[in-house]
């Protein structure tokens, strides 16, 4: 047990997402598909090349070309160099400086025949340089059938030649296979060589190989010890991967489409079909590649994820998050330049000069933050293609989707795609409140490995009986106790199709709640006290019950009488600050810093104790009545329990930067969504009355009798352990924001209720419920304001 103890607590450190980059020394390369040749579509083409055998040498290109689909690149040309693109007429249609490397890249060509030249060289020139559309850029059969990907690391071509770096796994010999086949797309390390985790896991490498080549990607090494052949492709300008980063644009897309047909054409692929697996970036980019519909892809296993790449993480409620989200496209960038991950560094040194060649384009990412910070405003042209929930019906295949309310990083927004997929055969949804990293919580893995055993494996679910041994252990060193696998309840079938029907025919949504509060378990260790399951998404059951507020700090489920208002004074400081106090939300015991609401900064309403058990599951509305005394005003709502032990625990938030306000035509009573379009764009009139509503985020929570609910309305700001908030700068100081709560302006809140549901629990310690901080509770006096 110590030694396969040690082993856990290596894969541990993968599972955690940490990249190794000053790991062991890159093994011997296997070049894989390195040879294979690409598509023709002009790429690489010097003057004189159709394709076919030339009648003579042509003379040597003075510079590498590359054309793809609305694209053209060059690089080995001289550094800081002004080039030109030419049409067939010889005239100038574009112009650019090539960078430090001798590389530039045109984005945005449209289809036809061009030539470069450097502009002070007129005779240093490419010509014949065909960009493609979309559609007659797709290739045949027979350019996926040719390329052949082996054990290791190595490389496969997409259709315009650019080659991506790879790392197969298989669970054993090649022609002991076909085997169940997933992969990971994403632009961390996914095709980083496998590493060799030492002496005590080589006594398992014979049952397990994968322990002895480890990818990096944490799903995929728990898909190589569940029996599953794993792909990790790091997406074009990544890794040693050739291109240039952009997030999502319509390369990396169709990048993905060929690389499921890639992989799919493998002998040792089982069934022709693979799937796509991964949390945070790798489980993102399913939803991007599903909807291209490659017709080789099986089925998609999403975890933790965005909805729409602007409202759920980047800009909620129209407010920039400089915490993660920005940090996380900075943090990409950097891993996007030139060597920008030392893994990569090693595999030159060692010799590869496929990925040496690869990173002379890696200058020419796009500079992603800059382009976030230059469209605050959801747009069809910038914001619709990174919008998931706009397309998610274009996606054909099982999706299993599952997510935490809490998630520090992605956010709770990704349960708001539970009702997009109508486009998919088999949709199921998991979620409970908890950390991004819990996505692979063992009641969450069950339902993950059940899906994928389902819809790619298509076998009856069954794990490996030493696999489920070690999970316990697996499940200590992540996430610091033991636990199993809840039971196979497949285990009894024999027969795929009647174990498939019976699944089918479950209910596919399941929340877990009161996750960190099972009894047996230390507090805040990710495995929920029960859960319940639906029929859809937003739950059928779902009541809208609302709570109005009253002027005595009450809330009430009448409209308040009479005239009445509060305020409270914007914080410029508060975006800055979190809710840790040091460390993360990854390690128990957690140490919040949740400070209890200020007063004269905040305002608060409380209901009367519950005489029974709530439970809501869904999205909620704060709907106020607001007068600024500027032309704007940013807003946080949370939503919190105020329990009779004296605690009160977060449930959830939500933000709106007031000129965002206007509604989609969509919104609903309990999810007021916004457009977030500039021609919707309204600026308060200082000291007017202006109705608002606050979406609040998807949330899953038992409110206990006894308990009160609290709404409470401040600066956005200390309320993330991740978070941050670029607020609105007001030249004549903190603005003072008044909330109106009498007859005219029945500010109120609106909560989804299941009704009928039987908690089988007690009350939970606060502290134990996982992602949720805590703290002693602070009654508020509002400041009341003149009406």
């Known amino acids: 047990m110590r030694i396969t103890g040690w082993l856990w607590g290596a894969l541990a450190l993968l599972a955690l997402g940490c990249d190794d980059d000053g790991g062991p020394a890159a093994p011997a390369l296997d070049g894989g598909a390195a040879d294979a040749a690409p598509l023709d579509l002009g790429a690489d083409a010097g003057p004189g090349e159709d394709g076919g055998a030339p009648d003579a040498e042509p003379p040597a290109a003075p510079f590498q070309t590359r054309a793809g689909v609305d694209r053209l690149a060059l690089w080995d040309a ?27 890249l045109f984005r945005e060509v449209a289809p036809g025949t061009y030539s470069l030249r450097l502009a ?115 997406m074009r300008g990544t890794g040693c991967s050739g291109g240039a980063y952009d997030y999502f644009d319509r390369a990396q897309l169709l990048d993905g489409y060929d690389v499921i047909e890639t992989v ?31 017709p080789s892809l099986a089925a998609i296993a999403p975890m933790s994820v965005i909805a729409d790449t602007m409202s759920s993480t980047l800009l909620p409620g129209g ?54 910070l230059a469209n605050p405003f959801y747009s069809d042209e910038v914001g619709l293609p990174v919008d998931p929930s706009a397309w998610a019906d274009r996606i054909q295949v099982p999706v299993f989707l599952t997510g935490q309310w809490q998630d520090e990083q992605t956010g709770p927004h990704f349960a708001t795609l539970g009702d997009k997929f109508t486009g998919a055969p088999v949709f199921r949804m998991t979620a409970t409140n908890g950390v991004h990293i819990d996505g692979f919580s063992p009641q969450v893995l069950r339902e993950w490995l059940t899906f994928l055993d389902l819809y790619v494996a298509r076998e009856v679910p069954a794990l490996d009986p030493l696999a489920e041994t070690l999970t316990p252990l697996f499940m200590e060193q992540v996430y610091g106790a033991s636990m199993a696998l809840p039971d196979n309840r497949f285990a009894d079938f024999q027969d795929f199709e009647a174990a498939r029907a019976a699944y089918e025919a479950e209910p596919p949504i399941k929340i877990i709640f009161e996750s960190g509060a099972d009894a047996e378990l230390p507090e805040a260790t990710p495995q929920g006290t029960f859960a319940l399951t639906a029929a859809a998404w937003p739950l059928p059951e779902t009541r ?49 810093a949740w400070p209890p609401l200020r007063e004269g900064h905040a305002l608060a309403w409380e209901s009367a104790p519950l005489a029974e058990d709530v439970v809501m599951v869904g999205s909620g509305s704060v709907d ?9 005003a940013d807003l946080e709502v949370s939503l919190t329990e105020v329990r009779p032990d004296g605690q009160e625990g977060l449930v959830q938030h939500g933000w709106l930067r007031a000129s965002h306000r206007a509604l989609r035509d969509d919104a609903t009573e309990l999810r007021p969504v916004k457009s977030h379009r500039l021609e919707d764009l309204a600026p ?9 509503r606050v979406e609040l985020m998807p949330f899953g929570h038992v409110f206990h009798a006894g308990s009160r609910l609290r709404i409470s309305v401040d600066t956005p700001g200390d309320s993330q352990a991740d978070w941050r908030f670029i607020l609105t700068e007001f030249p004549d100081g903190p603005p003072t924001y008044t909330i109106g709560h009498d007859a005219t302006r029945p500010s109120s809140v609106v909560l989804p209720v299941i009704p009928g549901v039987a908690v089988p629990t007690e009350r939970p310690a606060c502290s134990a419920l996982r992602g949720q901080p805590c703290r002693a509770y602070v009654p508020l006096v509002n400041a009341p304001a003149d009406f």
């Open 120 to 234: 002070d060289t007129p005779a240093a020139r490419v010509d014949g340089l065909v960009v493609l559309g979309e559609a007659a850029s797709r290739p045949d059969e027979a350019f996926y059938a040719r390329q052949t990907l082996q054990p290791g690391f190595g490389y496969l071509t997409v259709r315009d030649g650019t080659r991506l770096s790879v790392f197969v796994t298989l669970p054993g010999p090649a022609e002991d296979g076909p085997y169940p086949t997933v992969v990971n797309y994403s632009g961390y390390s996914p095709s980083e060589p496998g590493r060799d985790l030492g002496p005590p896991a080589n006594t398992l490498c014979n049952r397990f190989p994968i322990l002895c080549d480890a990818p990096s990607a944490p799903s995929a090494l728990i898909m190589g010890l569940m029996g599953y052949a794993t792909v990790g492709v790091n």
């Open 624 to 632: 106020l009545w607001l007068r600024s005394s500027a032309a704007d």
């Open 684 to 692: 308060l009139v200082p000291d007017e009355w202006t109705e608002v």
């Open 264 to 294: 799919a054409r493998q002998p040792w692929v089982k069934h022709g079909k693979v799937g796509m697996v991964g949390l945070s970036f790798p489980g993102i980019s399913q939803l991007f590649v599903a909807a291209e519909q490659p």
């Open 78 to 104: 001289p550094p800081e160099t002004a080039v030109e693109v030419l049409d067939t007429a010889d005239a100038v249609v574009r112009e650019g400086v090539t960078d430090a490397l001798g590389s530039l």
């Open 544 to 592: 809208a019950l609302r709570w109005y507020l009253q002027p005595d700090g009450t809330l009430g489920d009448a409209p308040p009488q009479g005239a009445a208002a509060s305020r409270f004074e914007h914080d410029p400081e508060a975006g800055a600050r979190g809710t840790l106090a040091s460390g993360s939300v990854n390690a128990l015991p957690i140490d919040w």
């Open 319 to 372: 407010i920039y998050n400089d915490g993660f989200a920005l940090a996380w496209i900075d943090a990409v960038l950097d891993r996007a330049a030139p060597y920008g991950h030392r893994w990569v560094e090693q595999v030159v040194a060692a010799g590869d000069t496929v990925c040496e060649d690869n990173q002379k384009l890696h200058g020419q990412r796009l500079d992603a933050t800059a382009k976030a």
